[in-house]
T-cell receptor, first 113, second 111 residues
Framework: DVKVTQSSRYLVKRTGEKVFLECVQDMDHENMFWYRQDPGLGLRLIYF???????EKGDIPEGYSVSREKKERFSLILESASTNQTSMYLCASSDGTGAEKLFFGSGTQLSVL | KQEVTQIPAALSVPEGENLVLNCSFTDSAIYNLQWFRQDPGKGLTSLLLIQSSQREQTSGRLNASLDKSSGRSTLYIAASQPGDSATYLCAVFSTGNQFYFGTGTSLTVIP
């Protein structure tokens, strides 16, 4: 079965720390996405990638960067974590064929203290 | 920019009732529409995907319809059960190769 795996379910970090969120998909999908989800604001797109080593900014990229060195892995990096980055982070992938069924990981709840 | 709206934001029904969740979008130029279920603190699970050329899709007790011209989709849940309690989100895949999400309907099925 299709699987998108996020490395951590819960993370607690300190303000100013560098934080890595990892996402791996086993479906050979072209497209990968990082969203954050906050109560009342819904899902907001941070970054996405349509190919290896390729990245595009989403709606709220400030304070984040990404890395896609291999097709199956898409990493989200918080260069210097801040309290307003406390959120649920969701990784997703789609096949890029046009059918574009979106598959999500189980999410990482990040708390920045 | 595409905007997706889900009304109501919350719904509470007694067990066994049939119910309809609504999703509307402002730009009819979509490639597909997908319905998801989200349990508290978890990721999104895909329920149904309707391509732009299709009118409806069914899976078990779930039926989703799509009317592109009016910018609407409905998710019909038959014979609701307490285990159906969750938040249901719709998303459209639209021009610019972007996904646009509604903010969801929180469903509670009362035993």
């Amino acid at each position: 079965d299709v699987k998108v795996t996020q490395s951590s379910r819960y993370l607690v970090k300190r303000t100013g720390e560098k934080v890595f969120l990892e996402c791996v998909q086993d479906m050979d999908h072209e497209n990968m996405f990082w969203y954050r989800q906050d109560p009342g604001l819904g899902l907001r797109l941070i970054y996405f990638s349509y190919d290896v080593k390729m990245k595009e900014k989403g709606d709220i990229p400030e304070g984040y960067s990404v890395s896609r060195e291999k097709k199956e892995r898409f990493s989200l990096i918080l260069e210097s974590a801040s309290t307003n980055q406390t959120s649920m982070y969701l990784c997703a992938s789609s096949d890029g064929t046009g059918a574009e069924k979106l598959f999500f990981g189980s999410g990482t709840q990040l708390s920045v203290l | 920019k595409q905007e997706v709206t889900q009304i109501p934001a919350a719904l509470s029904v007694p067990e066994g009732e049939n119910l309809v969740l609504n999703c509307s979008f402002t730009d009819s130029a979509i490639y597909n529409l997908q319905w998801f279920r989200q349990d508290p603190g978890k990721g999104l699970t895909s329920l149904l995907l309707i391509q732009s050329s299709q009118r409806e899709q069914t899976s078990g007790r779930l039926n989703a319809s799509l009317d592109k011209s009016s910018g609407r989709s409905t998710l019909y849940i038959a014979a609701s059960q307490p285990g159906d309690s969750a938040t249901y989100l719709c998303a459209v895949f639209s021009t610019g190769n972007q996904f646009y999400f509604g903010t969801g309907t929180s469903l509670t099925v009362i035993p």
